[in-house]
């Protein structure tokens, strides 16, 4: 069945720090990618995805690329800020329109000022 | 747009009540509807699928006569948690894709409810 395994944290990072968060996923077909995010408190929020090979989603400076030969879709931002301290989820959805969405075990972020 | 709520945020009750969670499509029709469960400092775990107007589809281990699913409309979905025990006690958070064909893979989250069983 389809998976996505994503790096372990907590992370914790300076302000203007570089940041990688690392998802790998295995899936049949060709899934949609996504990054989600939860602020503390709060619900999920769509970060950004990616529908097939080698799109790249972005949003708030984040970017995470489709890599359909290496199964991965990291997470990356050039410069973080202690208002991107949350957890971030990949998560997979099948290959027929509106499927149920297989989630990573999350990644808790901290960004220190 | 794509604003998802739920109601209420918080709820405590006592052990073998019920309590049920509303989750509504503010400013789209949604094809369909999910919960899921998230134990603390977990991730999501998907309960069941709803779509308006037909019987929830459940995942396994999740009991459908604990976990009342109704989707009555295009916009709202409720579930009841029925004989809540302790073990109840999680974060409930809701989620609906578009009917709109194009963006029908991406799922809007509700803030989630915090239920507490004493």
């Known amino acids: 069945g389809n998976s996505v395994t994503q790096m372990e944290g907590p992370v914790t990072l300076s302000e203007e720090a570089f940041l990688t968060i690392n998802c790998t996923y295995t899936?049949?077909?060709?899934?949609?990618l996504f990054w989600y995010v939860q602020y503390p408190g709060e619900g999920l929020q769509l970060l950004l995805k990616?529908?097939?090979?080698?799109d790249k989603g972005s949003n708030k400076g984040f970017e995470a690329t489709y890599r359909k030969e290496t199964t991965s879709f990291h997470l990356e931002k050039g410069s973080v800020q202690v208002s991107d301290s949350a957890v971030y989820f990949c998560?997979?959805?099948?290959?027929?329109?509106?499927?149920?969405?297989?989630f990573g075990q999350g990644t808790r972020l901290t960004i220190n000022p | 747009g794509a604003v998802v709520s739920q109601h209420p945020s918080r709820v405590i009750c006592k052990s073998g009540t019920s309590v049920k969670i509303e989750c509504r499509s503010l400013?789209?029709?949604?094809?369909?509807m999910f919960w899921y469960r998230q134990f603390p400092k977990q991730s999501l775990m998907l309960m069941a699928t709803?779509?308006?107007?037909?019987?929830?589809?459940?995942e396994q281990g999740v009991e459908k006569d604990k976990f009342l699913i109704n989707h009555a409309s295009l916009t709202l979905s409720t579930l009841t948690v029925t004989s809540a025990h302790p073990e109840d006690s999680s974060f409930y958070i809701c989620?609906?894709?578009?009917?709109?064909?194009?963006?029908?893979?991406?799922?809007?989250f509700g803030p989630g409810t915090r239920l507490t069983v004493l």
């Open positions: 989620s609906a894709t578009l009917l709109d064909r194009a963006s029908t893979d991406t799922q809007y």
């Open positions: 990616a529908t097939k090979a080698d």
């Open positions: 400013d789209f029709q949604a094809t369909t």
């Open positions: 709803s779509n308006e107007g037909s019987k929830a589809t459940y």
């Open positions: 899936a049949t077909g060709y899934p949609s």
């Open positions: 998560a997979l959805s099948g290959n027929q329109g509106a499927q149920k969405l297989v």
